[in-house]
């Protein structure tokens, strides 16, 4: 497996493009082939999440995505404007409404500008292109407090992944986190593509907390032009690559974050464990305070371990801190190392900073990917609509 340049728009027969004028950004991806899908599981569910999962899965020629509005808790106008926003590039492009999907970002609880939106579809249309410039653009159009384009493209095989993502807060998944287009040149069934997916999302995003809020409108999607046969394992190898590397641009860039966590567990009596304890770990606000103070108070790391509802034995947990070939372990089996915590803070002064910890009871282990709760997230979240 090889990283090669151009987002989606390295998969052959894709093309892509997208504007931002200050707050709304409007991107549209073609690229006909066999989708699929996993959307949010919070069970307010923002139109264009409604209009999508009905349209997967299913042959898909486009996505059309619009950011600075959510489209989320808006009523049958909501349903309306998700499906206008479906006919307008299938009008556009000659194809079936069906046949596209749509996503959404941004405030809850506002209509999109259908105005703005149908006086710029025909741009974006004209602007299209397979040139790694359309996979930018298309990037950057989704974008809301991000401050990085996420995007990603390998080979395995000679078969291509591209995908772009989007996603700073708000991020908390039960599926996957913010939105994900993801592309492929291969040839699988819809159910082996579904299947990988999921498996690909359970290990990737699912394991991604910045702040523990649950998005109205996530959604993941995946379409194979089926130009290029390779064994579903092989597929299932680069698709976990491409979406666990999104996954952690999304962490880098949570709202306000200045540091990097990585979360590992082994030893656990179960995977479930493991990803409980994980998640349990990385979604904590005193960790994560603390990974931004910079200070070493790896009591907060046990305590949420113990509470992540994960098997645990408080004589078997070793825990250390790592970064840059760094090492320093805090507790050992249970026992308190003394005369480390100087070195954990220096080492707690990099942008990068995991957490390990052996729980001691099994073969279980799982990572979690998140970011550390920062003055500036407060500053972002307390005036986002206004």
Known sequence: MRIIEGGVCAVPGVKAYGIKEGKQGLAIITGKGDAVGVFTQNK?????????????????????????????????????????????????LGVAPESIGVASTGIIGCPVDMDWIGSHVGEVIDGLTSEPSGSD?????????????????????????????????????????????IYTDAELPPE????????????S????????DTSTNDMVLLTATGEKRIAED????????????????IARDGEGATKFIEVRI????????AKKAAKAVVRSPLVKTAVFGEDPNWGRVVAAIGRSGA???????????SNDGNVVALVKEGNIVEGVLAQAKMLMA??????????????GEARAWGCDLTCDYVRINAKYMT
């Open 137 to 181: 653009a298309a990037a950057r159009a989704i974008m809301t407090t991000d401050t990085a384009l996420k995007q990603i493209a390998v080979e395995v095989e000679g078969v291509r992944i591209g995908a772009i993502a989007k996603g700073s807060g708000m991020i908390e998944p039960n599926m996957a986190t913010m939105l994900a287009f």
């Open 311 to 321: 098997d645990v034995n408080a004589d078997k947990i070793t825990l250390v801190l």
């Open 192 to 203: 082996s593509l579904h299947k990988c997916l999921k498996a690909a999302v359970d290990k």
């Open 44 to 92: 307010i569910r923002a139109a264009p999440v409604i209009v999508t999962s009905r349209h997967t899965p299913g042959v898909m020629n486009a996505i059309i995505a619009y950011s600075g509005r959510a489209n989320a808790f808006t009523g049958k106008k909501g349903i309306e404007d998700a499906e206008k926003m479906a006919s307008l590039a299938a009008s556009a």
């Open 350 to 363: 990099k942008d990068v900073v995991i957490i390990s910890a052996d729980l001691g009871l099994g073969n």
């Open 205 to 212: 995003f699912n394991m991604l907390v910045v702040d523990g």
């Open 266 to 273: 082994t030893g656990a009596r179960s995977e479930d464990d």
């Open 234 to 249: 092989r597929f299932q190898d680069g698709l976990d690559f491409v979406c666990t590397e999104l996954a952690k641009m």
